[in-house]
């Protein structure tokens, strides 16, 4: 997850301290974040931090566009078509 770190440090600090987030808890627990988790986390509404979870799925930080949310394990430019053809739904 090391590239995926050094890209986040390009997003606004909104979109980043979500991504942080959501990468300690992924690496605490290996489960991804819930929506309700989050927006407790970081002090904001969970609608607010279901739409950041899609910019960041957008974005290729996140694996699915909605929660609960966990990041990408390889860069997205270098996964199979197998692979992405799971992830859109």
């Given at each position: 997850?090391t590239?995926?770190?050094?890209?986040?440090?390009?997003?606004?600090?909104?979109?980043?301290?979500?991504?942080?987030?959501?990468?300690r808890?992924?690496?605490?627990?290996?489960?991804?974040?819930?929506?309700?988790?989050?927006?407790?986390?970081?002090?904001?509404?969970?609608?607010?931090?279901?739409?950041?979870?899609?910019?960041?799925?957008?974005?290729?930080?996140?694996?699915?566009?909605?929660?609960?949310?966990?990041?990408?394990?390889?860069?997205?430019?270098?996964?199979?078509?197998?692979?992405?053809?799971?992830?859109?739904?």
């Amino acid at each position: 997850m090391t590239w995926l770190k050094r890209r986040a440090r390009f997003l606004p600090m909104q979109q980043r301290r979500l991504f942080d987030e959501v990468a300690r808890y992924y690496t605490v627990t290996g489960e991804p974040a819930s929506a309700a988790y989050l927006a407790r986390r970081l002090g904001r509404a969970r609608q607010t931090v279901t739409e950041q979870i899609a910019v960041l799925h957008r974005k290729g930080f996140l694996r699915a566009p909605q929660p609960p949310a966990a990041p990408v394990s390889t860069p997205v430019e270098t996964r199979s078509t197998d692979e992405n053809a799971g992830l859109a739904t």
